[in-house]
DNA sequence: ACGTTATATGCACCTTGTTGCATAGTCAAA
DNA sequence: TTTGACTATGCAACAAGGTGCATATAACGT
């Protein structure tokens, strides 16, 4: 439900081209919220239409000619009834439990070599991000609103991927070590 | 792609009506994969389709008929080649986080109150978990695969619930004491 | 001349998930 | 006796997301 709304935060910040957004998207905005250039894409002639944004096309020298979109008030109406709205938490979806739960039933072997994957892949992520925290968050959150919201993201960011880290190790602790007759015992 | 395969999963152990899946999903599938009623009543026939498992139609007295279904070496098979098949991490999706990126630039005050409600709704989860961990396994993650399986998983709720938590609580202490002027300091 | 990368935009088809509605039998309580 | 709770199963319409394919300009290197 939120694609559009993610759009629009983004638009707040500076109008922009379908390109400029799926950038965006895979850079900051990326970190809460996937989207693919497809999707993007599609959902502009969407809010053009409900006039929450509007475009213009801009001719470029050297590059191809593009069309630059700008959130309109109707579109920051829209997305501060949005953000007024409560909404709950996102519906957990992990296959990698499933995984496990398929685990308990039918053998181990296939279910430790995907959780050091994932282990890798979550670790990665979390050098990436405390890299970045020790870059830009040396000296603590900063003062103002804007940057504190950033540094938030950061730590939302890093406290998932280090409970995921976590998670993995006692996953294969406890899974490696146990005895193969275990089911049968 | 894996809700089938979590329906698979659910009937390895043994097989069930749509209704008692849904019931399982309700319970301990649940905790890492939700679905609709009309969702999983839907998948039934293309899995029935696909022969992945069979159906077998069983009166009852007291109560409506119902469909059993069971699965079958096809469907035990496919889910042999799922389980090894290696898949990433599920994108991210937080629409939370795209409110905090909002508030960044349009208003701290709605977004607050949002976070209070999702601490509540993590936190609750959590006293529940933790409940869980204390009746289940007061005496360690168990000694067979099995259990060490649900151990696990419990464990994976709990790490979230824990990380959401505390992130909530850094982000109410740091966007309350925000002086609201700091924008335009 | 030829491939690669970056810019820039899209369509078609399919799967997955949500929302609202619909039906029907049984049982217990009010 | 009606109301509600539980069992049991579905359809229709729509929104959201994924996969694959398609096109075009222009800079840059080889």
Do not use: N
């Not at 899974?175 to 007759?181: C, G, K, N, Y």
């Amino acid at each position: 439900m939120s694609l559009k709304h993610a759009m629009l935060v983004s638009l707040v910040e500076r109008p922009a081209s379908g390109y400029d957004l799926v950038r965006r998207f895979d850079r900051s905005v990326g970190y809460f919220w996937r989207a693919s250039h497809q999707q993007i894409y599609r959902e502009l002639p969407k809010l053009e239409a409900a006039e929450w944004v509007s475009a213009e096309a801009v001719a470029q020298t050297g590059k191809p000619d593009k069309r630059v979109y700008a959130i309109t008030p109707q579109g920051r109406a829209a997305l501060d009834t949005w953000l007024a709205r409560p909404v709950g938490p996102e519906p957990v979806r992990e296959s990698l439990m499933v995984k496990v739960r398929g685990a308990a039933l039918l053998g181990v072997d296939a279910v430790l070599e995907e959780i050091k994957r994932h282990r890798e892949v979550h670790a990665d992520k979390l050098a990436l991000f405390r890299q970045i925290e020790r870059e830009d968050f040396g000296q603590g959150p900063g003062d103002d609103r804007k940057t504190r919201c950033r540094y938030l993201a950061l730590r939302s960011g890093l406290l998932y991927h280090e409970s995921w880290v976590s998670w993995c190790d006692e996953a294969l602790a406890l899974l490696s070590e146990t005895p193969p007759s275990s089911d049968v015992a």
